[in-house]
């Protein structure tokens, strides 16, 4: 999944920067620096939920999400070390990082259920109305405010949801309310995501998220991890309740790369929007949906029906219109988080 890139922290290597995040005003560099990282973090992020969608029809997802986590917290830690050291972990508010955990844990293994019944580039663009989402919760919870535009392209988003839902064909359609549920809980974990982030280091979240992953991962398998609940002829549900089972060489290879492309796709998903500024970098997270069509058509032959194509475009366009009116309207702290996902 093409997660909350706040996963993950971020070292300051960017050139020319001024002030703890960036100057307004991007140079050439800066941009070509910005573009390449989104790209580079989009594709690794697409990569893995393709692997995660190849390992579904034969392990438990809380054993796959398990081992990733593992291979994470080493990337992390790694991290946190060349940003400064252990000392960056301390938090004064355990709480909401007890939330947004929980929050992270819920939209990762929602997507994943979806991923297993799913096409991939289907199950990318219902989540795509993640940022519609969050439009509605920061006037909610935020007390924002929202325009009639804004407004009106969050009702044609929604409309493209329904459409990709495709209501009356029942096995689709549990499915696809999988990547929904995913949606509304990115939604909220942005929106604690912006509380938090005022007073943690990037770093500290991501390794807090990581390590709760590997518990909550590790206590699922010890309670259902032999297999007592299988047995449905859902994909989805089958994958949620599968047996644990030792891998071979190259599953083992495989769940492995999933911990490697979640910890560098995320890290260059921060990178991006450090060097440059969110207007120029952020529309380029679009590409998931192309490139979840492209893995989805080479590895499985999955190609959207005209239906699901019109589903996609309405919620992509409404997505890139909602952003687009936020940089006309909010502050640069605001419009970096909009788009942001990992994952």
């Not at 859902?234 to 089972?245: M, V």
């Not at 911990?259 to 969110?278: D, M």
Request: with cysteine; net charge positive.
């Amino acid at each position: 999944m093409h997660r909350p890139s706040a996963e993950t922290a971020t070292i300051d290597w960017s050139p020319n920067l001024s002030g703890p995040a960036r100057s307004t005003s991007s140079s050439a560099r800066q941009v070509r620096i910005g573009v390449a990282c989104i790209f580079g973090g989009v594709v690794a992020l697409t990569l893995q939920d393709a692997v995660i969608k190849w390992l579904s029809s034969d392990f438990a997802l809380h054993e796959v999400t398990f081992a990733r986590s593992l291979v994470a917290i080493v990337i992390t830690l790694a991290i946190v070390r060349l940003e400064g050291g252990m000392r960056l972990l301390r938090t004064r508010r355990p709480g909401l990082h007890i939330v947004r955990c929980l929050l992270f844990i819920w939209t990762n293994m929602c997507f994943f259920m979806g991923v297993a019944s799913m096409s991939l580039a289907e199950a990318t663009a219902v989540f795509f109305v993640a940022p519609l989402f969050i439009t509605v919760f920061s006037v909610v919870l935020l007390k924002d405010r929202v325009g009639p535009r804004r407004w009106a392209a969050v009702l044609v988003g929604m409309v493209g949801m329904v459409i990709m839902l495709r209501p009356g064909r029942e096995t689709l359609e549990l499915a696809a309310l999988f990547p929904v549920g995913a949606a509304v809980g990115y939604a909220l974990l942005q929106i604690v995501t912006r509380r938090l982030g005022t007073t943690d280091r990037a770093s500290s979240m991501a390794l807090y998220v990581h390590l709760a992953f590997a518990v909550a991962s590790l206590g699922v398998g010890l309670v259902i991890g032999d297999g007592r609940f299988a047995g449905s002829d859902h994909p989805s549900l089958q994958f949620l309740l599968r047996a644990w089972s030792w891998p071979d060489g190259m599953e083992l290879a495989l769940l492995f790369a999933c911990g490697v492309l979640i910890g560098a796709g995320t890290y260059f998903l921060s990178q991006a929007y450090r060097v440059a500024q969110p207007a120029v970098v952020a529309p380029f997270e679009y590409t998931a949906l192309p490139l979840s069509l492209l893995w989805g058509l080479l590895v499985w032959g999955d190609w959207p029906d005209a239906t699901a194509a019109i589903g996609m475009a309405l919620i992509a366009g409404s997505g890139l219109y909602v952003f687009y009116r936020e940089t006309l309207t909010a502050p640069p702290a605001v419009v970096r988080r909009l788009l942001r996902r990992g994952r």
